[in-house]
Every structure is written in structure tokens, then in C-alpha cells.
């Protein structure tokens, strides 16, 4: 007995949403869509009303209305997280070109040659990205610490080129395989080297793949938090390091807290709205 | 201008043979067709003389320089592709002016060059455009514009019709034509179409199985198949085979097959008729059948059952069954009507028929 009613349930659902005039189903959608975006947006919201909240009036956000910019005063008067700032832009953006540069002549390869180091650089990768990411930190730690880059930027870059590389070879892979090779070829007997057509055919041609990626790449590394926690110190302060850090022995200064991830912010909302519509586009190859 | 020489050359992925012993000279300003089915090694061939692909075994010469060592832009070709490979990312007419500006040309020079195409190709229009925004006729078109810009020793094309439709295919054919009349050039054409490979070839490759199976002109291979793989892939409709035995009986040679017997002039094979148990194919052509009895001694007659006719507008193309096997008789009046299941009698000349040996395929008798 219990099928039938289950059939005649889904049924009776299905007649729901059929019964509803076009306009109804566009409003249900409208909402559902408007409920999905407050519950992510919520979370922003609160950090950005913490951040603009006096200290002691944190925890009490029912009492009173103060409000104040004097925590993103005291946040940006500390010079440690102007250099946070200055330095997680730097190795975002150098990751970023470093991690293209790599990944575009990585992934041009595994798309169109064939042979045991094309074979072999698959398998490496492949297994590479076997190896959960958290496992890597420590072995890193050391590594650093014995080439003496450790705390510095190379001994961030290098990390985070190297798991990017394992990462994106095979997204860029995806873009050229979506490139009609005979271009390369048409552009070989037009006077171009190998080189020369990968960089003058190819390249062009998966501008929108790079550009999606380029975005991916600089705002993953600019959130990372975990490989700057472990391979950097005082020297190379990193944003994402510097905004734990307002939890200490004395305390939780969530105010200050919320100020710096504000500011940390800031950045990261101008690539996603520049780059979002090159992300869809570039995705979608 | 140039002449093309392929000697011994073989390829091979693995133990896969790609082109197995090709030799060929192709002389300056004639267009060769290689035709065959997929698989058959004729991309393969192109893309060894266009440098695209290592030469595994032979020599390729262009102009009388060897080639095999130099890369595709220093062998001074032009190729046209199948999805026509245009540059996405630049106008039309930095498409043409790409690989003049490669080899340092002035630019009142290359628009010049570009000029001149243009017209040759009624584009003049397009040149501002991306290829994107162009339909595929006119893609073709400007691919070919790259090529004669650069106006180099050999144009390669493979396979530049198979994406086109039927009409713009019969269109491009014509162009192509004119083309080659405006600009004369050796060319190496690359297509798996039988049509294509007799209106444009001056002479035809035919490959199967990366082994050349015959090399003439159109008119030699329709007549004058080597074998019957090449009887059956030019010429459409395809050619009806019979297969069979001959024997000697009161000086005629009979042949038997399923469904029919046919007597033959003792000499129609000349020394070669392999009587008694030897096996052997028959081959006519379906415009080579007409529908009525033999009407002179130098004719055959053969009986089957009307199966289906297919109506061309100006012909009907009629298939009957003999034995086993489906005959086709093409040039059919088209007002004819003719049910299905009738008994006819077809006839043809014995100087159309084409003998093959049954076990190799080889032609037994040269046929005028």
C-alpha cells in the first residue's frame, strides 16, 4: 500500500509546481535564490557590524548603537598588519604569475605531446595530488628551514607554486584540449617554431581559461592560512596570520579582528567582482 | 613552383604501419588527390610532407631539396585544414597578413598580397571581421586566402570540404577550380570523397590500409581499375561485383555464379582466364547496365527481381536481385514505373565488365 502512496505523493508534488503559473514559480525561485544568498551573506554582515562596534560593546550587540571607525584607525596604525597586507599582495600576486607561467606550459603539454616525460609528469602530479594537503605543511617546515628560506618569500611562494601546479596542470589541460590544435600546426607552417605557436596561437586562445584561473589562483592564495602559519614567522608577517592573532592570552579582540578581516576583505571583493564574469566565461571552455 | 618527390616513405606508431612504401612524383603545378577511406594513411602522408609528423622511414624532396630535417615553416607550403584552423583571436586580415609578417615581409608589400587575395576571393568585405562571425564557406575561403598570400612552393589540403554542407561543397569544388586556374600551384589534396578526388585531381591516389592500391587519372581509374578495393571506391554508384567460376565449354567460357550463368568470348581475358575451380570476381558498372535483353552479339544478359528503384529527379537508380546479391542500373527513365518484385533482364557490353581474381583482388583483363 505504502507504493502507491508514495507515487501519488510525488505525484501530487510534481502537480504542485506544474499547477503554479510561470510567474509563481519565478517568485518561489526569486526567494529561494534570496534565502541561499542571506544565509552566506549573514556571516559578512555580522563581521562588517562587529568591526564598526566599540570593544566592549562586542559581546552586547542588543545594548546601544554605538558605532565606531576606531577600530579600522587602531588595525591599519599597526605596522605589522600594513606589512601583513603589503606582503600576502605580494606572494598572492607573484604565486599567481609564477603558478601560470608553470601550470599553462604544464598543462599545454599533458594536452598535446605524448611519451614517457609528458607519461611521467601525469603519474608525478597525479599522485602529488593524492597526498592530502595537510600532510605537506610539516615536510615543508623543514625543507624550508634547511634551504634557509624559511620565513621568507620564497619559502611561501614555492609551497604554494608547487601545489598549484598540481592543482591547475589539469584545468589548464582542460582549456587547450578545448583548442583545436591545427591552429598550432597552421601557425608552424606560417613561420612560427613549436614555441612560437604556442605563444602566439595557443596562448591567446586560452586567455579566457588563464584569466579564470589567474583569479582562482591569486584569491586561494591570498585566504591560505594554513602553510602561512607554519612557514612564516615575524619577518614575513601574512594577513591571514595577522588576523588570528588578535586572539591571544588576554583576550579576544574581536572588534580589532574584525576590522583587519574587513580591510582583508577589500582585495579579495575587487578580483571576485572584476574577475567573476572571466571565471564563468573561462570555465565554461 | 616545385615538384614533389615522396620515395619509400614509410610511418609507423608502434607496430601500427600508418604508410607503408609510398613513392610518388608529383610534377610542378599538377594536383594530386589522395583518396581512400579513414584510416588509410592519406593524412598521414600530407602531414609527413607538411613537416607535421617525423618521416619514419624514405626521403620527402620539395623543389628538389630534401625535406625531412626541415621544419613545416622552412619547407615553404601552405595547408589548408579541415576545420580551417583560423587564428580566433585576430581580424581577417591579420590572419592573411600572419605569416608574411613571420617571414619579415614590408607591409606595403603584404597589403598588397592581402589586396589581391582578397579579390581573388570575393572577401574583400570580411577582412575587419573574426572568424567567428563568419559562416564556414567564407572561413574556408579565408583559410584559403592564407595560403596564396604567402604564394608558396606547394599548397596542402586536407580534407577542406568534409565540414561544409552538401550545396557549399559542391560550390567550393567549383571555386577551388577557378582557383587553381588563377593560381597555378603543385598541390596535394587529402579527401575521403570519391567525388571530389575525380573533379579536382589531375591525377588520383588511391590508398587502403596505408598502401597505395593505384595512381592515375580520374579517367584511368574509373576505366582501368588496378584492383577491385579501387573499382569498388570510385565511381557512384558503386560497382556491382558478381563473384563466380569460369569454364571451357565449345570454345565459350562460362561463367557461373549464384543466380546466373553467362557466356563470355573465349578471349576476354586473353591468356589469363583462370578456368575450373579458380574463383574469380565480375564487375559492371551500374551506368554500364541497361534495362532489356542483350540486343547484339558483344552483349550479356542477366535476370533478377525488381527489389527497389530510388528516384534522382533525372534518373532512377533500379536494384535487382540476382542470387544473393543486389545489382544496381543507374540512368533509369526516370517516368518509368516499375513494381517491386517484377521479373527483369538487364544487359551490358562485354567491354564494360571487369574481372578480378576472387582471392587477391587483382584485375585479371584490361578492359578499353
Known amino acids: 500500500m505504502s507504493v502507491p502512496t508514495a507515487v501519488s505523493a510525488e505525484r501530487h508534488a510534481a502537480g504542485f509546481f506544474e499547477a503554479l503559473a510561470p510567474g509563481g514559480r519565478r517568485v518561489l525561485f526569486g526567494l529561494a535564490a534570496v534565502a541561499i544568498c542571506l544565509l552566506f551573506a549573514f556571516p559578512v554582515f555580522w563581521l562588517v557590524l562587529t568591526s564598526l562596534r566599540p570593544g566592549f560593546a562586542v559581546y552586547y550587540v542588543h545594548r546601544g548603537t554605538d558605532f565606531t571607525l576606531d577600530n ?21 600576486t607573484l604565486a599567481t604569475l609564477l603558478s601560470l607561467a608553470v601550470t599553462a ?60 601546479i598540481c592543482f591547475f596542470s589539469w584545468i589548464m589541460k582542460g582549456f587547450f584540449d578545448g583548442i583545436d590544435p591545427s591552429m598550432e600546426y597552421a601557425a608552424m607552417i606560417d613561420g612560427c617554431s613549436r614555441w612560437g605557436a604556442f605563444w602566439r596561437v595557443a596562448m591567446p586562445a586560452a586567455i579566457p581559461g588563464l584569466t579564470a584561473l589567474a583569479i582562482l589562483c591569486w584569491l586561494y592564495t591570498w585566504n591560505e592560512f594554513l602553510f602561512a602559519l607554519i612557514l612564516t614567522s615575524h619577518e614575513t608577517p601574512i594577513i591571514t596570520v595577522v588576523m588570528a592573532q588578535f586572539v591571544h592570552e588576554l583576550g579576544m579582540e574581536w572588534h ?27 570555465l565554461k571552455v | 613552383m616545385a615538384e614533389v618527390v615522396l620515395d619509400e616513405v614509410q610511418k609507423s606508431y608502434g607496430r601500427v604501419t600508418a604508410v607503408q612504401d609510398f613513392s610518388l612524383s608529383i610534377g610542378d603545378r599538377e594536383f594530386v588527390v589522395l583518396v581512400g577511406p579513414s584510416g588509410c594513411g592519406k593524412s598521414t602522408t600530407l602531414r609527413m610532407i607538411a613537416g ?13 631539396r630534401v625535406v625531412n630535417e626541415l621544419q613545416p615553416k622552412d619547407r615553404d607550403i601552405a595547408m589548408v585544414f579541415q576545420n580551417y584552423a583560423l587564428y580566433q583571436h585576430m581580424s ?15 607591409e606595403p608589400q603584404i597589403d598588397a598580397a592581402i589586396a589581391q587575395a582578397a579579390r581573388i576571393l570575393s572577401i574583400e568585405p570580411l577582412l575587419d ?223 564494360n565488365l571487369h574481372f578480378f581474381d576472387a582471392d587477391t583482388g587483382e584485375r585479371l583483363r584490361a578492359t578499353t
Request: glycine share 10%.
Open chain 1, 105 to 164: 606550459t604544464s598543462g599545454y603539454m599533458l594536452s598535446r605531446f605524448k611519451g614517457p616525460i609528458p607519461n611521467t609528469w601525469f603519474s608525478l602530479i597525479y599522485v602529488f595530488r593524492c597526498v592530502p594537503y595537510v600532510s605537506w605543511v610539516l615536510p615543508l617546515y623543514f625543507v624550508t628551514r634547511q634551504l634557509g628560506i624559511f620565513d621568507t618569500y620564497w619559502g611561501l611562494l614555492l609551497p604554494h607554486v608547487a601545489v598549484h
Open chain 2, 92 to 106: 581577417v586580415r591579420d590572419n592573411l597578413a600572419f605569416g608574411l609578417r613571420n617571414r619579415r615581409v614590408p
Open chain 2, 129 to 351: 571581421r573574426r572568424p567567428r562571425q563568419l559562416s564556414g564557406g567564407q572561413q574556408q575561403r579565408v583559410a584559403l586566402g592564407r595560403c596564396i598570400v604567402r604564394n608558396p612552393q606547394v599548397f596542402l589540403f586536407d580534407e577542406p570540404l568534409s565540414n561544409l554542407d552538401a550545396q557549399l561543397r559542391a560550390q567550393m569544388r567549383l571555386e577551388l577550380k577557378e582557383l587553381r586556374q588563377r593560381v597555378p600551384t603543385t598541390s596535394v589534396f587529402v579527401t575521403h570523397d570519391q567525388v571530389e578526388a575525380m573533379t579536382l585531381g589531375d591525377r588520383i591516389v588511391v590508398m587502403k590500409d596505408g598502401l597505395v592500391q593505384q595512381v592515375g587519372t580520374p579517367l584511368a581509374l574509373y576505366r582501368r581499375p588496378a584492383n577491385r578495393f579501387v573499382a569498388g571506391f570510385i565511381g557512384s554508384p558503386a560497382m556491382n561485383f558478381m563473384d563466380g567460376r569460369l569454364t571451357m565449354e565449345d570454345d565459350r567460357l562460362i561463367m557461373t555464379g549464384d543466380g546466373f550463368s553467362l557466356s563470355l568470348p573465349p578471349t576476354i581475358l586473353g591468356d589469363a582466364a583462370p578456368t575450373g575451380q579458380h574463383a574469380l570476381c565480375m564487375g559492371i558498372r551500374p551506368q554500364h547496365l541497361r534495362l532489356g535483353g542483350p540486343s547484339g552479339p558483344g552483349q550479356l544478359g542477366l535476370g533478377g527481381t525488381l527489389m527497389v528503384t530510388e528516384q534522382l529527379g533525372d534518373e532512377q537508380i533500379v536494384a535487382i536481385r540476382v542470387g544473393d546479391k543486389d545489382v544496381r542500373i543507374a540512368g533509369v527513365d526516370p517516368d518509368l514505373r516499375l513494381a517491386p518484385g517484377t521479373g527483369l533482364e538487364v544487359s551490358a557490353g562485354v567491354e
Open chain 1, 72 to 92: 579600522f584607525h587602531d588595525v591599519l596604525a599597526q605596522e605589522i598588519v600594513l606589512k601583513a597586507l603589503f606582503n600576502s599582495f605580494m606572494i598572492a
Open chain 2, 52 to 64: 607535421l609528423e617525423d618521416i619514419g622511414a624514405g626521403t620527402i624532396s620539395i623543389g628538389g
Open chain 1, 256 to 282: 580589532l579582528m574584525s576590522a583587519t578581516a574587513v580591510v582583508a576583505l577589500g582585495p579579495a571583493l575587487i578580483v571576485t567582482l572584476f574577475g567573476q564574469k572571466y571565471v564563468i566565461r573561462g
